[in-house]
Each structure stands twice: as C-alpha cells, then as structure tokens.
C-alpha cells in the first residue's frame, strides 16, 4: 500500500498520477498489530512450539495484560490512528509521536499523551512504528534509540523494514537490552538474516499486514473508484 518502490517525483515530472490505496489497508494492519501484541505479551508462539514437541511449559510462561500498558505509538496517520482506538478499547494508555500535529479532537476523544521520539521510547511498553519510508525515517530506530527503550519493552514494526536498524536490533535483542520484537517487514524481503529471524524473543510475519480478504477487496475497489473519479476530472477541464 506504500510508494517506495515507485519513483513518484519521476512519475510526475512525466505526467503520469500515481494512485494510491492506504486507506485499504488501514483495519487489516492495525489489527495485526494488537495480534502481534497479544502473542508477545502471552509468549503464544512458545507456547505453541512447546505443546507440537510434547513439553507441557506452563510454568515459564508467566505473561503480562494489555490493560494498563502503555503503548507508543509512531506515527499517527491512518494506521496508527486506528491502532490508537483498538488499543484504548483494550484498556491501553496511549503515548503518541508524529511530526504532523495531531488531532486535538482525537487527542481529547482518546486521552492521547503527545511526545517527542525519545520520550515515547523510553516511557512506553509496546511500541508501534507506522510511518513511511524516507531520508528521515530510514533507521529511525538505531542503536542508541534501542538503548532508551525500558529492558520489558517489545518493538513492532508493520510499516518498513528499514525503519529499523536489524543489526542495532540484533544486539538489542541477543543481550535482553528490550523484551522482544514483532517484524512484519524487513530491509531486505524475503530477509536474509537468519541470525535475527531465529532469535526466540523475535517474532517474524512475511509482511502480510495487508493480506486480508477484505482489505485486497477494499484495495480494489478504492483504486477504481479513484480511477474513475481521475478520469471525470480530466474530462471536465
């Protein structure tokens, strides 16, 4: 649902409209988020391993709730803006950063906190990337950024892979420095660091944010729709 894999300067030095589709995708990711969230929170893929090997683990899985967390959230557009209304449906305290001002209406509605970067990083139990990829947004989260998170704090990211350092994250994750990770997107897809992939606090999806029945219909729908409206304006003038 993204740009960058298409040159849109390009596109409009030659006349041609680049359409886009976000909105397609807005219930689809946010709900993979809170999914992502929840199975962090509960160690579900552990769990899961452990019952198919025939091991009964329950005593080392002793989980936190939503409820009370607080989650931060990076990027308040579309995506991050429905991520907000699920989690404070959950009970979740909201921590939010965007270089856009952010609705006031929505920061009232929501009891929203409205912070820089590196407060949001080190105040907050989950974060949640949802930004587009750019010159100033490309490793966003490096090293020392990693560093501010609290040593129970988990990170997910279903926007882009480089928004994320993966070998600051790496290390981040191998020396317990934060809890643990959820990536739905890499730098490199399908990824190639294996070391990172296998990490057991690392949970890793093949960029299906998107890949729900109902937002590849919406996608289609809203791209013709948009087609057709493209079309009638050229027509008029």
Sequence with gaps: MGLDN???????????K???????????????????????????VKADNAM?????????????????????????GKIGTRVARL???????????????????????????VTDLDTLLKSADFVTLHVPLNEST????????????KRTAYIINTS???VIDEKALLNALKNRTIA??????????PPTNQELIMLDNLICTPHIGAQTKEAQELAANVIAE????????????
């Design 138 to 149: 490309r490793y966003m989260i490096n090293e020392h950024r990693l560093s501010l998170m």
């Design 6 to 16: 298409i040159d849109v300067e390009y596109a409009k030095s030659k006349g041609i």
């Design 87 to 113: 989690a404070r449906a959950l009970g979740m305290n909201i921590i939010a950063y965007d270089i856009a001002k952010i609705d006031p209406m929505l920061v009232r509605e929501l009891a929203i906190v």
């Design 226 to 237: 948009k087609v057709i409206h493209f079309v009638k304006s050229m027509a008029e003038e």
């Design 180 to 189: 643990g990770a959820a990536l739905d997107v890499f730098e490199i897809e």
């Design 18 to 44: 680049v359409i886009n589709a976000e909105e397609a995708a807005m219930t689809s990711v946010a709900e993979l988020v809170i999914g992502l969230m929840i199975v962090l929170a509960r160690g579900i």
């Design 52 to 76: 198919k090997q025939g091991r009964w683990i329950k005593n080392e899985l002793l989980g936190i709730e939503l409820k009370g967390k607080y989650i931060g959230i990076v990027g308040m």
């Design 160 to 162: 882009r892979g480089a």
